[in-house]
Structures are given as structure tokens and as C-alpha cells.
């Protein structure tokens, strides 16, 4: 985790406090339903909840560790030391470390997973208020970085809402994919625990019993939740990588927001860098990166080998608070894009209606023109502007071998933007809804 | 592709004769959809069914490539010489590369996935009725690969079911992501054809018309679908894993089945080495490579540049073709696993009882001896076990001060492993369902 | 591997032909060192020479193997077929089969190397020629996609001259890594063989004995050697989405060499698209996806596994196939490379003189102008260019604040472009040396 | 980076503290080239090193970060606290921020190499002495996990020592990759600044100028550098693999070291789980995790851009930091790691002489028995052994059809280990040299 890239409400989840409180409602609610199994004492369960409102002393719970060497049992110890050793004599009966460990895993990631849906949401919103701004806002859309044919700024955003629209839909399946919980015992046979106790605990924290574990949840789960995350960032670098085009210097149809005070900005005007984008760029890769780690944890030997584990100290608070950070700057960037419609009609008619060749060739073969000859026509007019800086509608205007099959209301007709906009309204519905 | 490691239905689904017949498809029924538009005439949609039956040629489309340098123009100029050049005329019109190039990719990757899907649906009947074999099969399960506590190999192949049966989900999801069509045009914007031929296409081929494309489909939905394979491929490793310990010299509780003829087998009887799931381990590595490549591909330049496409000719036969080899593989496996329960006794006996060791501690504690009091009986007799080679149960049986504690019906029970079973039934039936 | 990006004299290396005469070569010269120490009869050994000018059946090997369900013996039966059956029964005494295939197998990857070597002096050569053509072709240097200071040409494709030139070196010290054999036998104790044949043998297929091998060569060796080519691969992306920019339309600084005959070239000269280069972005990560496997290749159980061996199966032949087509690609990419000298004046001065803006602002500090004053006068000039489109220059000399600061000739000479190349030649001295 | 998972040293280099010195560095040592040119006086540069001895303060340089928003200018305004502002104003002259950042991003890796370095060679010393402490501790070689021919475990250290041995030769190139710097200006024309700066700058920081570079330093020097430490940590996971088998409960041929204080270990005696080394192979995948964003990060936009800085904040402490941390806690492992040779002999003798059997085949072959009478005489036996429990010897010295070919002299003689074990010192002198 990179301090500069993280935001404190995600940061949390992932700290001792956090875990410790989790340890804590997972061993409480396991008390309550091993009290009402008759395996332990009512009273004993009801005292558990005496440290209900206790914040856990951290440097407390280390110091016992640095003895016992075993963080459960140094968090137990705390704990007694709250409800009274004899109350606690019952807590953690019957179970097993990973018990509470993979179960707070998995608690965590569901809260972290539920604030990067509220990210995606809020992502979502900026995209689409952006999209129905620039509905109507032509540009010229590229294939291989040339120009191809006019689009408009409005389906770009609507593009990148659909694709975030089904990364959130990624995002919750993700979210299912690792809400299970498991109190199994060593090997996952319930031998010394009953598996009411899962049933419960499970319930009481948002998550489904893990309907076969062995000492752990298993970890195609978290491969496939880590992969998800994966997808999200790769579209994050997409949207990304529109933006960093948009804004280099010869194309200039967007920048990113510039505070006033910025410095150098006025100085120099025309140096105004997209590093929040280039900067998301390269978070994309580091939320990546943890994806076939993830896939490499699937393999444990038999019923658990534990070289997952320090993989995932470090993937899970570090892909989750990057991407939470990623969606959160995202969101900003969208939210405050300067767009310049202006430079947009600039570039499109860089090459003076060059954009339209295809469609102008298009028209002379319907118009009957042979197929070659249709092809020199264009051709021939088409040089004129690229070489001589010609316009290329004035040059078919004037040209009486076009004029012969086409009219000079035809050929204005093929310069006509509407023509490309006029399923812009569709293709929103596909994407929006009918409002 | 490695044909040793590929089968030929898959193989089939990638083969230029089956591009050609998708691209068939998708021209025609966009011909039929025109004609109802009342683009082109209906007659001229009729005729391109005429060439339902060719079976295309491949190596003359080639040739004719080797000249127009354009596979899509060398197919339609083939498709011409059988449906008579006038007729075709107006094939694929209004239409651009990518429409049909994008589709047909993922008209294979369906039929792919559903192979995938009957592979999986086939590897999860072979887990199953190897699960219910083996329900009651004891064997020690391990932890840090050390023994722990018993378990059984009903559970193990039980265990196996469940991820197997998520990953059926997860390609069932991975299906969906892939499964759209887009019919769109240069930027997709539909500006010379219109929404409903992209409807009527996608409907005919079983696919969801793409809501939004630009030229091509977006790859968030390859990233989606290859970390998809990516995740069973692990899960492939890990049953793999399991099987390689279990067969290794000093476990040997399963074998992969070895043919009688297969030479060398009966001299050195010994060396039966698990080859199979060997190559599944690294088969999942392959699959597993191709998930990062699949998530770069995702950031294409504006409305798309053509990086992904050598990619994705390479990771969309060779991952789908090795993964269906891979579960086929597995499948026969597991089907024909030689087990041994007689090994797996002797195993969990290795060290005369002392994995009962903690079920001991436990009882003497709850017999009311102290904690500290309770660890040095245990381990008294233990070290006796584990450096003198005597039986755990035996020197306990024998030990004044165990049996102030607990009764030598107590001690017994302890050493029942009908304890650790208890619970098979109702795993089963979270996992399998109540029969 | 994808035909369509492979040459064939790298696929030749890994052809089943290659593979056996390789065999043919180990065994043969194996055959010689084992009669030198007297092992096996002379006679024998030089018989095993007389299939020296052999053309191996590969279908019959295969016929073969299906009986024999073993490719090592497959070869040797067929190869008994020439020489004698009588003659040949001491070919492959004492060794096991990972001798011939593991030494095999590196010297295929030498051989490759050899041609990736090859490559990459040729692509050296084409960049070093381009550089200095264009040592002196000033355009604008840009960080951020933003323009910032004007730099050549030159410099560009020194850069990546220098770059490929570390390469060199890398595929040199790559080679290095893989070029050794090991006929050691089933667990590398040389229980059955002599080291001495080991050293005949290397030293005749100028390999070096592996110093200490098991049954098969360390994998450590092999991962060094695909993520060295991974490195390449990354570089090879580098320059490419460097063209990939400089052709994208509104900077138009550079084409990738369009042959007269392609098609639609000249209707539409404003869409040439920059295939070549997209296509090397994507063939980057394919040989950038095999690195993470032969990194998980190393870690073989004991004296060895073979997880490792399907996957070098894919990775070794289609990472070298597709990089030499890669090498070969870029090279003529950069050889015909079409550079618009003029357009890249054009580009530089798109702001009219923004671009010096913080030279001037140096110089009047330096003046003695103070930093808040200095930066007062240069934005007052500056958002004159940037709002209303004067010229920055014009605007200075007529700007008699700045005069009092600077003379004009002074203001004329922070316009030089002789500045910013001074030490182009120092540059060039560093990278290519003093001629 | 994890806490538990670094040691002090190697986080000191990433500490802001180093961070700032290095950067005081730069800029001191080009005052003095600067001075050296007669760009600067004399007296200004001498005065920048009376803030040699100071320790700059983080929190202060944080605090004008948050006013300039640039951490450059954020330390030079603090330095200019401790020189006097009017001493201090030639300092950076002529400087871009990255001539700074990149050079002290480099000697931050070559200090962070050097560490890794020496780690290197302790753990080198480590696995030497074991080797030559079990030069001659015969146990079984293994392929695919199955008993194969004997081997000893000096030799399985000797060959962890040979690849850590090479490993290091890839940290010393690795070391040389990244070791230089660049002090060029804003896009590497040196424009600014004279190259005697940067080549005095390097010679005093130990690293060498880059030839040639933009903004930038070239990434693939990273990229090539981070690859060599996912090679290191492969072979870490190789070793630890190794390991984690020979301590698995059924095979016991090692231990990791177990503290006599460490909890429940003599009441569970079978109960030592090799954490260490599980703990290391997940250390592995996260240092091989960052192999890939660093290719990624090699293609920058023309002179550069910055999506590369975030993933190196990330992965230029993680990587090495753990490293450095896992290669200690190897060689500790290492270090102590307990071995039973009894365990095995026992294991090697599991099957009663059935790993001799290819031997006795093959001197029955060269007694002039032909294969097939060779392969049913062993066969019989070695059905005897497997099926009813025989010893093989045994078996073979009371078959009168095998004593017909071999005497039971040379039936002893198949079972003599010191045939496994006679070029073993063979092997030591070439992987530690002669002594």
C-alpha cells in the first residue's frame, strides 16, 4: 500500500482494529450458537458480549504475541482480559485458527467490495451525466489512431459506462464469489465443532456457510474475486488511455481538470499533463499484478498448506485500496473533463473532408459509377486536398465528372453529420434505459 | 496448439472451415435483414442461401487472398463464384470487417464454452460418483502436508465437486460475457446500416446484440472470459496436486490408472510416475499465461486499434483447446484413480496414534486437569511414541495418571474414528444436494 | 505458433526433423566417447556414423511410437533400422531418456538464439542508419503526450538503438544461460555413464556440461532465458507505440512504408494505418506471457517432474518463432519508415512559440528580473498565443517590459533550435562511439 | 510491503530520510561540476555541502510539499533552510526533477542490490557447508515424486548451491542494468545543462551516465532488473519445495529448525509444519508478481510519460524488501535445517530393493540374457516384493534361473550403493571447485 493512493475509509477495513473486532463478532455469535447447542454455558456466551463496546488494545495484543508466538490466541488472551478468564473459558471451544482468520478474510473483503460498488456507482454516474452532456457533441472517431468516421463525445462516455456497468455486475458476482464463511475445524470434518455453529456465525456476518472446506475456505474463490478486480482496473487504464490521448498536445479535444493555483499552468498553458490519467495507468498494472499470484494460490497441498497466506497480507488491503483509490480519481476526472468541442470539428476537418472519401465513393458506385472509375474520381480529388491543401468538397463541387453523377445537393449530402449521429438516441436506450 | 494436447471437436471450432461457415452465416442473414428493411432486394438476399451446403474452399479463398491482400474481400469474392457475382452484389453491404470478424470470434468462443461446459459437466460426474465410492474411505487429512486429523476421501473428491461445480458457473458466466454480436459499422455508429440487421443476426446466431461496440466488441469481455479459464485451469492444478502427492512413493494411496500393457510396469512396479496430472499442471500454467495478455488487450486506442487481434489468435484456439484437453484429461483420471484404502490405514497410522494426540489433551482438560498438567501427560507418552516407536493408545492405557482422568472406555473413544465422520453425511449433503 | 507470424528457418528448429537429427547427434557422438573409455566396441560406435547423412522418417518414428508409446525408443528403433540392429545395440547405453531430450532441447534454443542474435543486429543496423539521416531532423520532444522541448529525429531512433543494443547483450548472456547439456542419467549421480561422455558430447554441440544436473537441467536456466526475451519483447512494444503515435493522424510525423499496389491507399490517403506496429504490440505480449511460466517451471519436485515439459513444448518454439517474426517485422518497419520532416516542424510550432516559454522565463530571471515578475511577464505573452493565437516571439519583442530585460537579438536567440541540438553529436559519440 | 515479512536495513533505503539524502547528493555534487564549468561561482557550491552532515526533516519538506505540490522543489526549498536561500540559488540549475528522481531511484535499487547481494552469499556459505556435511548421506533420487536411483543430500545442496550461485551472477548483472543515471534535462538533449554534470554526478555515486535517455531513464534496464529478481525468488520456491516435501509426515527426511520453547511441540511431536518454507514460496509469487508491470512499464509515450512511477513506488521497496527477507529466512532455514539420514535409508529401503530393479535388468542383459527372458526374471521377483512383501535381494539370490547369468556376488554387487555415490566428488569439484 502506497499511502499517497489510498483513501482512510477503505485503509480501515484492513487494519488491526478492524480485524481484531471481526475476530471478535466471530468468536461471540460462535459462542451464542455452541450456548444454544447446550455445548457451552448460556452465561458464559452472554459475558462474551460484555467487550461488546471495548476497543481492542493493539500494542496490548502484540505484546501477548511476542510471547505466545500464535495471534489468535494472543487476541483470546486480550479478550479474557476484558470478560474475565473464567467467563472466556468457552470461547474458541472447538475451533480451529483458520476458523477465525479465513472467515475475517472474507469479511473483509466483502466490506471492501461493497465500498468499491459505491465507487463503481458513483463512477457510473459521472459517466452517464457526461454522456448526455456531450450526446450530440461530434468528433471524429479513429481506428488505429486515424481518422475514421464522425462519432460523438456522448457515446464515448456511454462506452465507458457500459463497459463500468458490467464491471459492477463483475464487482458483485466478485463480492458472492468470497462471502462464505467456515467453522470447520482442522480439516473441515466439523469433528469437533457442529456445523450449526458455521450455519450461524455465517448468518450473523452476511455470509454463506462454505458448503465444503477443509482447514480453509478454498481459494478458487479469491483467484476468481482477485481476477475480477483485474478487469475493473484493465478498463480503468482504458478509459485512461482515451483521456491521455485526448489531451496530447496535437489532439486536444479534453484535459484534465487544472486548479487555478496549479503552478506553471498559465506560464505555460499548453503544458497542462495528464498525470492523473497516467498516473491510474500505472495503478492498473499494480491491481493487475495480483491476479496470477491469486491463480498460483489454488494449488495448497491437501487440506491446506498456509504459502497463501502471505500473498494474500499483501494483495488483499493492497488491490483493494488501490482500486478504491483508482475508481475514486477516476470518478474525479470524469466528473471535471474539460472538453473542447471546438478542437474536436478542429481535428475532424484536419484533412479538409478527407473523412468523407468512402462515403463520397460509396455514393457514385450506388449513383451507377463503375466501381473503378468511381475510384478514380475520388482519387483524383482526394490527392488534391492531401497534397495541396485543397477542400475536398469545394474540389467534387467542382469537379463536372463527379457532377455528371451526382448532384451538388447529393454531394453536400454526403458531408452531412447528421448522417452519423442519427442512432445516437438508440444506441443510449441500449445503454440507459427509455427515460 | 500442440496437437498432443488437443482433441478434435476443438480443434474443429477453430479451423478456417469453420470461420468460413460463421462468416457465411452472418453475411446471410444480414442480407435477409436488409431485404426486409428494404435495403436490397429481397431476391438477392434469397440467393446467398443458395451456397447453404458449400462447404467452402479453403485453399482457393487463400489464393485469392494472396492478391487482395483482404481476407474478408477474398471470402466474399469466393462466396460470389458460387452464388453468381450479381446475385452477391450486395452482400455485405453497408457492413465493415470487423462486424463480421468480431461476431464469428465470439460465435466460436461460445461453441467453445460449450464444449467446456460438457467437459466440466462430465468431470463433475466422475468427482461425484468417486466422492460417494469413497464416502466412508478414512484417510488422514493434512495440514502444512503433516498429519492432522482424519478426514475422508469421499470428502476429498466431495471438495473437488464444489469447486468443479463453481467453476461450471463461472463458465456459464464467462459464456454470457462473450456471447454478443456487433453489426455496427467503422466507429459504430450504425451510420450505414441500420440497429435491426445487428438484431436479427445476433438473434439467428444465439447471441445479444452488442449495446454499445465501437468497431469491434469491447475486450473487457475477453479479459472476463480468459480470467475466467484462467481460474478453472487453477483448480485443474489443484486436483492435480493432490493426486501427485497421493501417488508419490512414500503416501501411495492412489495411482493413476496404468494400462497393463504399458511397458515397465510390472518389472519396476514401483515406478508408476502420475505423467498425467504432471501435465496438467503445466497445461494449467498455459492456460493461466494467457489471462495478463487478455486484460492488456482491453485498453484499445479511441474506437480500436488492431493489437489485440495476434493475441487473440493465439490465445483463443490454444486456451480453449488445451483446457477442453485438460478436463478430458482429469476426467479420465479421476474416473479410473486406483485408490488404496488399506495405504491410506497405514499412513494415518504411522505414528501409532499420535494424531489423536490433541483430541487427548482436550479431554484430559475437560476431565478437569489442568492445562499445563494435561500438556505434560500428553507429551510424556507421546515422546515415548515418537522416539521408542510404542503405540499411543497402549501407553495411555497404561499411564496411572491418564486414567485418574479419563476411563479406559474414554481413552478408546478417543481413538474412534467414527468421531471424525459424523458429519460426512451432512457435507454430502450440502454439496450433492438431499438425494 | 500462428503461421502467418513465423519465418520459416526458425521453424525449421523446432521441427520434428531438427529434433531428430539432434538425437541422432547426441546419441552418435555419445557412442564415441563411450568407446573411447572403452565402454563399448569401437566398431560400434563409428557404425552409428553411418546414418550420418540420413534424412530421418518422421512417419515412421511416429508408427513406431504408437506401438511403443515412447518417443526416445520410437527413434532408436528406427534408427537401428539403419544401422544395423547388431551395430546399434550400445547406441543410448547408460543414458536416460532426459539426457537426449534436455540437451536436445537447449541445443534448440542456442540455435534459435543464434537468429534472434541474427535479428537483432540487423534491426541495429537499420536503427543506427535511420539516426543518422535524421540526426538533425528537430522535432518537439514530449513528456506526458505534452510538447516540452525540441529534440531530433535522431536522438529517437538512437535512443532505441541503445536500447536494442542492451538487448543484443541480454539475448547474448540468454544464450550463455541455456547452452548446456547434461547426460548424467536418472538422477544426475552419472551412476551409469562416465562425466566424461557428458563432455564429449557438449563439447561437440558446443554446449557446456551442466555442472550439476539431476534428471534433467535446472529450470532456473530456462526462466532466466524467457524472461530475457520477454525484456526484448517489451522493448520491441516501445518503439512501436512510438510509431503507433507518430502516425496517429494529428501528428502524422511518421508512416509506416505503404506500397504503392495496397489498396484504397490513394482514395483515402489520410488512412494509412499503422498495422505493422499494433501488430508488434500484440506479438510483445505474446513472448511477454511465457515468463511467468518458466518462472513456475523451477520449482520441480526432487529430481524432477514434468509439469515443466508442456509447457516448453508451447513456449519454447512459439516465443522464438514469434520474436524472430517480430525482429524481422520492426526492422522493415524502421528501414522503410516514411519521416515527414516538415510536419514535425509543424507540430512544434502548433503554439506558435509556447514551446520556449520556460527558456524565456529562465533568461529573464537570469536577467534579474525576480521569479514572480519573470513569470508575470511570460504568462502575460503566453495566454496572448493561447487565447487569442499571436505568435509568442512576436508578442516578446513587442512587449516592452520584456525589452527592458532582454534585447531582441537576445529574445531571438531563446528561439534557436541550435540550442537544444548542441550536444546531438556528444549524444551520438556515447551511443555508436567516435567514428 | 509487509512489516513482518522486511527487515530494518533494506527499508532504511526506502525510507524518505535515504530518499532525501540521495537527492542532497545529486544536487550537491552538480554544484560542483556546475562550478567546475564556471556555470555556477565557486563559493555557491562549496556551500551547498554545509549541509552535509544535516539530517533533513521529513515532516517540514511534507509540510512545504502540501503548499508547492512538488516534492522537488518542496526539499530544495527546504535545503535552502539549512544553506542560507542566497547560497542555495543556484542550486538544481539547469535540472529537470526526473534528472534527480531517476538517478536516485537507481542508487536506491544498486543499494538495495548490493544487500541482496550479500544475502546472496551467506546463503551460498550455508548451502556449501550442508553439502559437504552430507556429501555422502545417501538418500533416494526422485522423479515425478516416485522413487527412482539413489543420490545423497550433498548433492542435493550442491545443486541449490550452483543455481544460487548463478543466481547471484544475475544479481550482479542485474545490479549492473540499473546502475546508472542521468542528469539530461527535460528530454534528454542536455539543453540546460552540460553532460560533465551528469558524469561527474555518476562517478561520484558510483554509477555509470546513461548513454542516452529522455526524461527518462529507459525502463527496460528495469524491466530486466526485476525479471532477474523473479528468477532469484523461483529458485527460493524451488528450494522450498524441496524442503516442504522432505518434511512432509510420510516421507521425514528433514525438519525445519523447531525451537525448544515453540508451543506443542513435543505434545504433538508430529505436528512441525514447515511454515518457514510455505511461507517462503509465497514470498516468491509476490517478488514474481512485479516481473510483468515492469515489461509493461518499458513502452512510455515518446520522451516519456509517468505511468510507470506508480508501480515502481510500489513495486522498488516491496520487491526487494522481500527478497532480501526471504533469502535471510532461507538461509536460516537452511542453516539449521535437521536432517535424518535414517529416515532415508528407511525410505529408500521402503520397497525392499525394488529400486535396484532396472540395475539387476541391466546386468542381466549384458550377462547375455536376452531382454525379454531379462524383464520376465525381474519381473517375477519384483512382483514378489510388491505383492507378498519380499525383499528383493533375497528373492533374486534364491532364484536358480537368475543365478544362472549373475553370481551372487554380482547380484551383491547391483545392491552396493557406492555405485550411486562414486562421481560425486566428481560433481563437488565442479560446482565448488577443487579444494
Not at 148 to 173: C, H, I, Q, S, V
Not at 378 to 397: C, I, P, R
Request: glycine share 4%.
Amino acid at each position: 500500500m502506497i499511502p499517497r493512493y489510498s483513501r482512510p475509509e477503505m485503509v480501515a477495513i484492513w487494519s488491526p482494529e478492524t480485524k481484531f473486532r471481526i475476530w471478535y463478532e466471530i468468536e461471540a455469535h460462535a459462542c451464542d450458537a455452541q450456548a444454544d447447542l447446550g455445548v457451552i454455558p448460556r452465561a458464559n456466551a452472554d459475558a462474551v458480549w460484555k467487550a461488546k463496546d471495548v476497543e481492542f488494545d493493539v500494542a496490548r495484543i502484540d505484546e501477548i504475541e511476542a510471547v505466545t508466538k500464535h495471534d489468535v490466541i494472543a487476541f483470546l488472551t486480550h479478550l479474557a482480559e476484558h470478560v474475565g478468564s473464567d467467563d472466556a473459558r468457552f470461547v474458541h471451544q472447538g475451533m480451529t485458527s483458520s476458523d477465525v482468520l479465513d472467515t475475517c478474510f472474507n469479511v473483509q473483503l466483502v466490506k471492501a467490495t461493497d465500498i468499491l460498488i459505491e465507487d463503481m456507482v458513483k463512477l457510473l454516474a459521472a459517466l452517464k451525466r457526461r454522456a448526455y452532456e456531450h450526446k450530440d457533441t461530434v468528433r471524429i472517431g479513429r481506428s488505429h489512431g486515424i481518422h475514421a468516421e464522425p462519432t460523438t463525445m456522448g457515446l464515448t462516455f456511454a462506452r465507458f459506462y457500459a463497459e463500468m456497468d458490467r464491471n459492477l455486475n463483475r464487482l458483485k458476482k466478485a463480492r458472492k464469489e468470497i462471502a462464505t464463511g467456515a467453522i470447520s475445524g482442522a480439516v473441515g470434518t466439523f469433528a469437533n465443532i457442529d456445523p450449526a455453529v458455521e450455519e450461524h456465525v455465517c448468518a450473523k456476518l452476511g455470509l454463506e456457510p462454505e458448503p465444503i472446506s477443509t482447514q480453509v475456505i478454498p481459494r478458487d474463490r479469491h483467484a476468481a474475486f482477485f481476477a475480477a478486480l483485474g478487469v475493473v482496473a484493465s478498463s480503468i487504464e482504458n478509459v485512461s488511455i482515451e483521456i491521455r490521448h485526448m489531451q496530447r498536445t496535437e489532439v486536444l479535444e479534453a484535459e484534465e481538470f487544472f486548479s487555478k493555483g496549479q503552478k506553471g499552468s498559465s506560464a505555460m498553458p499548453h503544458k497542462r499533463n495528464p498525470v492523473l490519467t497516467e498516473n491510474l495507468t500505472g495503478l492498473a498494472r499494480l491491481v493487475r499484478m495480483a491476479v496470477v499470484p491469486a491463480m498460483e494460490n489454488v494449488a495448497l497441498w491437501h487440506e491446506r498448506d498456509i504459502s497463501h497466506s502471505s500473498v494474500e497480507r499483501n494483495i488483499g488491503p493492497d488491490t483493494t485500496i488501490t482500486l478504491d483509490f483508482a475508481l475514486a480519481r477516476l470518478t474525479m476526472v470524469i466528473d471535471k473533463l474539460v472538453i473542447y468541442p471546438d478542437n474536436m470539428l478542429a481535428n475532424m476537418n484536419k484533412f479538409r473532408g478527407l473523412v468523407m472519401s468512402q462515403r463520397v465513393l460509396l455514393a457514385l458506385t450506388q449513383a451507377g459509377v463503375s466501381r473503378e472509375d468511381s475510384y478514380k474520381l475520388v482519387q483524383k480529388n482526394a490527392m488534391k486536398v492531401w497534397e495541396e491543401g485543397k477542400d475536398f468538397k469545394t474540389e467534387l463541387l467542382g469537379d463536372a465528372d463527379v457532377l455528371k453523377a451526382l448532384s451538388a445537393e447529393e454531394i453536400e449530402d454526403k458531408f452531412d453529420l447528421g448522417y452519423h449521429t442519427k442512432h445516437v438516441d438508440t444506441i443510449f436506450a441500449r445503454v440507459f434505459g427509455k427515460d
